[in-house]
């Protein structure tokens, strides 16, 4: 069992839905981080956030919007996604930015139809 | 700017075999790598972390390397199980972005009963 939950686990939408991904950690992590990860590649980084501030958005399509309510929260929102966005969308945490390990949770995996 | 390639992508060994992974990165300017293991649709899960400072480090059958003056990095799998099959990625931390990680694509291994 992993210590970052993710829900949902298999999410399944149309180009014109809007849905959110959650991610929940009670490690105490400052710093929690989404990542995109395609079949047999590695995760690309998306957003990390650091003391429920964005610290680093790498460039993702504003049809992705990330954010952090509480230190234990982050949602990923998601709007107008193109078939191409298909993936496996992981979060992770760890102690403050730039600490490691990083904790991964089990990912939602993402269709759009 | 920093590349990590990991050789070989994909590896089929019978049980109880030794085997090694292997990880090249460009630019040895790291603060530490870190070797994972991602079963099928799951996270990511921290195997061992080597600061830049150290040579090596192990866990169990596990034990990984790090020459970073040559960029490389090898994980040792002593007396391979079925279990062990799943996907290994490295990573490095750089020293010029220390709030990322920069991930290899991984080996694919496979441990025949």
């Known amino acids: 069992d992993t210590e970052v939950t993710q829900t949902p686990k298999h999410l399944v939408m149309g180009m014109t839905n809007k849905k959110s991904l959650k991610c929940e950690q009670h490690m105490g992590h400052r710093a929690m981080y989404w990542y995109k990860q395609k079949a047999k590649k590695p995760p690309e980084l998306m957003f990390v956030?650091?003391?429920?501030?964005?610290?680093i958005n790498e460039s993702v399509p504003s049809r992705f919007s990330p954010e952090c309510p509480n230190s234990s929260l982050l949602n990923l929102h998601l709007h107008a996604l193109q078939p191409e966005d298909s993936a496996l969308y992981l979060c992770?945490?760890?102690?403050?930015?730039?600490?490691?390990?990083?904790?991964f949770g089990d990912g939602t995996r993402l269709s759009i139809l | 700017k920093q590349e990590v390639t990991q050789i070989p992508a994909a590896l089929s060994v019978p049980e109880g075999e030794n085997l090694v992974l292997n990880c090249s990165f460009t630019?040895?300017?790291?603060?530490?790598l870190q070797w994972f293991r991602q079963d099928p649709g799951k996270g990511l899960t921290s195997l061992l972390l080597i600061q830049s400072s150290q040579r090596e480090q192990t866990s169990g059958r596990l034990n990984a390397s790090l020459d970073k003056s040559s960029g490389r990095s090898t994980l040792y799998i002593a007396a391979s199980q079925p279990g062990d099959s799943a996907t290994y990625l490295c990573a490095v931390r750089p020293r010029t972005s220390y709030d990322k990680v920069i991930f290899g694509p991984g080996t694919s291994l496979s441990v025949i009963p």
């Open positions: 956030y650091s003391y429920e501030k964005l610290s």
């Open positions: 992770a945490s760890s102690q403050v930015l730039g600490d490691q390990p990083q904790h």
């Open positions: 630019d040895s300017a790291i603060y530490n």
